[in-house]
């Protein structure tokens, strides 16, 4: 069993939906929670940072910590056509390394 | 502008060669990382080092070799004890072994083997 299990997709949405990303992990060590997005062919970017469980807003995008249930969330509200990408949670016990999902490719159409 | 960069972009190797991916970054940042990418699979660890002269095996250090000389410079070499290395690799770096572990990536290299 992989440490962070993401649902790879793809994720097919019309424009204006509202979108949810998920990934449940298995270490209750982890206390921070990232969202990383990734263009096509390109690096991934952060997004949403999290520390420990909660919930944190930006803009269009909520990020959800529930450590009870080991389960992070990522929430688009009406997503657009640039959201279409490759997202990443990613975790950390606080060692400096990251344990990445496998990425969710989700595509808005117009 | 500070950042990370990589180069090549794009490097095709033939089998049985070692290949050198660069990795430069301005941050100032103590820690990089080495990842590979294959579809489906996200980011798996092939080295990091969060101090200059010193860096850890990550989870898929097989076949590759790193070195750490200057703060700036974190180069990786895929040598032909790879088995499978076409795919895209990405360099990151972060401020150090603290919190946030937030980090920055470069925009990456696909290698491709002939």
């Known amino acids: 069993q992989k440490e962070v299990e993401q649902d790879p997709g793809p994720l097919s949405v019309p424009e204006g939906a509202i979108v949810s990303l998920n990934c449940t992990y298995s270490n209750s060590a982890f206390q921070y929670f990232m969202w990383y997005r990734q263009y096509s062919r390109k690096g991934p970017e952060l997004l949403m940072y999290t520390y420990s469980s909660g919930n944190k807003e930006d803009g269009r995008f909520t990020a959800q910590v529930d450590k009870s249930s080991k389960y992070i969330s990522l929430f688009i509200r009406d997503s657009q056509p640039s959201d279409s990408a490759t997202y990443l949670c990613?975790?950390?016990?606080?060692?400096?390394?990251?344990?990445f999902g496998q990425g969710t490719t989700l595509q808005v159409k117009p | 502008d500070g950042g990370i960069t990589q180069s090549p972009k794009y490097l095709f190797r033939k089998e049985g060669q070692n290949v050198t991916l660069s990795c430069e970054q301005n941050l100032n940042h103590d820690a990089m990382y080495w990842y590979r990418q294959d579809p489906g699979q996200g980011l798996r660890l092939i080295y990091y080092s969060q101090i200059v002269n010193d860096f850890q095996k990550g989870d898929i250090a097989e076949g590759y070799s790193v070195s750490r000389e200057k703060k700036e410079s974190f180069p990786l070499t895929v040598t032909s004890a790879q088995k499978n290395p076409t795919a895209f690799y990405l360099c990151a770096s972060s401020i150090g072994d603290r919190d946030p572990t937030e980090q920055f990536f470069g925009p990456g290299t696909r290698l491709t083997v002939l």
């Open positions: 990613a975790m950390s016990a606080g060692t400096g390394k990251l344990i």
